[in-house]
């Protein structure tokens, strides 16, 4: 099958569940046996639950990780901007293609903020998207014209983490 | 493996992403290997996406579904109330016996609010807990007692829904 109508939803904010949350539309879409790419950007650290879970359902989710291993270096961003700019090349490539009914732009939003991937070259990606797949931005601070140009967007708003009370990131639950 | 810690979680708010996050923490713990069960209140319509995914991820992944076909009966909620007592029983069984990493009670937040649960029931549903397994409860209006007894809180805020420009929800996205 395939959708009849591709939409652009956003999650952005500073709670848990973006990337999360596209990982269930993933899942869900996988169910119905639509094809899925999930294109991580800034994420070159390692292999998390999520990919593993993805071999299990190949051929119809894919997951791309792009970006250097560890954090982005906010002191000087040259590397990083390189990698984020020839991911985004891939990402085009595949988005534009249409082999995919669903295109997740994980923390693209995050790579805009930080100076490596430029607002309009975001706005220019959901221009050129195929009119039946439905892509997906996540991210922290999405920009406000990338908001403004979406059909779906929700805020995932931090009410209570528990990274403050000295939790850190579990194996199966945040990797 | 096993989580060395389970905390709990809650999603709640009025945008998209609360169900489907907690699909997108299934499909990354079944990645690891743990144990799951998405334990579904007032959603007895029918098979979505992730019913037919988690087949693809079974045994790890169980997905239960509970509840009257069709929405609530807010005029008279005693059938709706039988239904999701009885359901609680099941939940509440399935989670003491500490088989599943991962429990997620979808929708248990709009129950209460339905008034079809007691909010006491999910505080005592939350101590009873195994100590190792981790439970996540979504739905709106979450109630105060239950954020007070979570570890880490969520709200999913609306902040653009293309349901209001008349996009109705689409088979592979929203079910």
Redo the contacts between chains.
């Keep these: 099958?395939a959708?009849?109508?591709g939409?652009v939803?956003?999650?952005t904010?500073n709670?848990?569940?973006k990337?999360?949350?596209?990982?269930?539309?993933?899942?869900?879409?996988?169910?119905?046996?639509?094809k899925v790419c999930v294109f991580q950007f800034i994420k070159g650290g390692g292999r998390?639950?999520?990919?593993?879970?993805?071999e299990?359902?190949a051929p119809l989710l894919t997951i791309i990780q792009t970006g250097r291993p560890g954090w982005v270096n906010t002191k000087d961003i040259t590397d990083d901007r390189r990698t984020a700019q020839e991911a985004l090349v891939q990402a085009l490539e595949l988005l534009t293609s249409g082999e995919f009914?669903?295109f997740i732009c994980d923390e693209i939003n995050g790579a805009v903020g930080f100076g490596l991937i430029d607002v309009e070259q975001v706005l220019d990606m959901i221009s050129r998207k195929p009119e039946k797949t439905?892509l997906v931005l996540t991210g922290r601070n999405a920009h406000e014209r990338v908001?403004e140009a979406?059909?779906?967007?929700?805020?995932?708003?931090?009410?209570?983490?528990?990274y403050k009370?000295g939790?850190a990131a579990?194996?199966?639950?945040e990797?």
């Design positions: 099958m959708l009849e109508q939409c939803q956003v999650y904010g709670g848990k569940g990337t999360t949350a596209a990982l269930g539309l993933a899942l869900r879409a996988v169910g119905r046996g639509l998390y639950g999520e990919h593993l879970a993805a299990k359902l009914d669903l439905e908001i979406a059909d779906l967007v929700t805020e995932m708003r931090e009410i209570k983490h528990y009370a939790i579990r194996t199966g639950i990797m």
